[in-house]
């Protein structure tokens, strides 16, 4: 039954996290909002074909989950305990990765896009600047648990760093399009979590980014 639930909750993830919100997007406002491909930059490209691989990762495994079960995967095997925490951080990212695709309205997108967007600061964004990065990486977590194998370590710190790669093109952006507004905001709001990761508002603006702290 659980490995049915996995199955079910990384299909749904990838359907209401990123499927039904591109749809949405293009429907309502003729917006395309996955984006890598207008980048010509090679690492924007390459960090577009990584987090496809990954998005088709969690689809494959929630599919091997669901015809063979864990114990043919080889994964490791935890306790109950343990494993409902695991559900618990995949589902909070999952709510997390909802709730704050919501708030980012038409400015949601996946990659840099070269077409202005609106500088969101209201809801989970006031506090956080990447709430959607954060709940991903909470929803890999929670996969990892219920699915605990090296090859899933292993996704998970490929997950993490190449978001904190990506973040750091996206602040470069947002400080060229936006200027001092963009870090205003960044001084207050964390990175990942609250507080953490606050950009300096001091200085030239083509300089800041690189100012944590």
Not at 16 to 30: D, E, I, K, M, Y
Not at 49 to 74: E, K, M, N, Q, S
Not at 130 to 150: C, D, Q
Not at 162 to 183: C, K, P, T, W
């Amino acid at each position: 039954m659980e490995n049915v639930l996995f199955a079910i909750a990384v299909a749904g993830y990838f359907v209401v996290g990123f499927a039904w919100p591109t749809l949405r997007l293009w429907r309502r406002h003729a917006v395309w909002p996955i984006v890598f491909d207008r980048e010509s930059a090679p690492a924007q490209r390459l960090l577009g074909f990584l987090t496809g691989a990954l998005l088709v990762g969690l689809l494959a495994l929630g599919i091997l989950h669901l015809a063979l079960g864990r114990d043919a995967l080889g994964v490791w095997g935890l306790r109950p305990a343990v494993r409902g925490v695991g559900w618990l951080v995949l589902l909070s990212g999952a709510v997390l990765t909802v709730v704050a695709q919501r708030q980012m309205g038409t400015s949601w997108r996946v990659g840099i896009d070269d077409r202005p967007t609106d500088l969101v600061t209201s809801g989970l964004f006031r506090h956080v600047r990447n709430p959607i990065f954060t709940g991903l990486l909470l929803f890999v977590a929670g996969v990892v648990i219920l699915s605990a194998a090296w090859w899933n370590i292993a996704a998970l710190i490929l997950t993490a760093a190449g978001l904190r790669v990506q973040v750091a093109f996206e602040e470069n952006h947002l400080i060229a399009l936006h200027g001092d507004s963009y870090l205003a905001y960044a001084a207050g709001a964390g990175r990942f979590v609250p507080f953490l990761g606050r950009l300096c508002a001091t200085g030239p603006s083509r300089n800041r980014a690189s100012g944590l702290h």
